[in-house]
């Protein structure tokens, strides 16, 4: 059996070499890079966002670019190292100008954020917006609670095999600078959990 490094870097080339995707032709028009996911193979806490955007595409690393030093914020401010997680998104090429992933692109890339999640064992999933706040609770059996991200943020789900915690995406406190308190709460909740 594969040991979790090998195991993820091997679903890793197969995302590379996703040449059915609506969004390769794009990554290779741009030079952009697939963002898979980086962090421990260990982690007890799995960060799920949206998608790359123009940053992530050229670097090939998640939440490098304004969304993710707001990130890197909350997690300081959690007193969570960037080290001791795993940092992925649903989707794993960059829409077009950052347009919000559709639903086939979801459907296409997801089983990779799911056989990440099976490898990696984490105690909890968080999401980062609505996009993967509802695909993980459709996808883990609690799309019965399936309300706004307003309503469900911070609130701590159990699935089967982990705790699922909704967060608002770190981005949106760039439009709304009184989510930034509530982010910082609602990352404390991480903290809290066994
Ligand atoms: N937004 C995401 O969801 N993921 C990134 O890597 C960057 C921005």
Redesign the pocket.
């Known amino acids: 059996m594969l040991g979790k490094e090998e195991a993820l870097e091997k679903i890793a080339k197969e995302v590379l070499n996703l040449t059915t995707s609506p969004l390769y032709e794009y990554r290779v028009e741009n030079n952009y890079l697939p963002?898979f996911g980086e962090g421990s193979a260990n982690a007890e806490i799995i960060f799920v966002?949206?998608?790359?955007?123009k940053?992530?595409a050229i670097t090939g690393k998640?939440?490098?670019?304004r969304?993710?030093k707001m990130l890197d914020t909350l997690l300081e401010s959690a007193g969570i190292s960037r080290e001791e997680v795993y940092?992925t998104?649903i989707v794993k090429d960059r829409p077009p100008k950052n347009r919000d992933p559709k639903p086939d692109e979801i459907a296409l890339y997801a089983p990779f954020l799911d056989k990440q999640i099976e490898i990696i064992k984490p105690k909890v999933v968080a999401t980062?917006?609505r996009f993967?706040m509802e695909y993980i609770m459709r996808r883990y059996g609690l799309e019965g609670e399936i309300k706004t991200i307003g309503e469900l943020h911070g609130k701590v789900f159990q699935a089967p095999n982990f705790k699922l915690v909704p967060l608002y995406?770190?981005?949106a406190t760039v439009y709304n600078q009184r989510l930034l308190g509530t982010l910082k709460e609602d990352f404390k909740v991480l903290t809290t959990l066994d």
Do not use: K, R, T
């Not at 966002?49 to 955007?53: I, L, N, Q, R, T």
């Not at 998640?62 to 670019?65: H, I, L, S």
């Open positions: 963002v966002g949206e998608a790359p955007g940053n992530e998640p939440f490098c670019g969304a993710g940092i998104s980062l917006g993967s995406h770190p981005a």
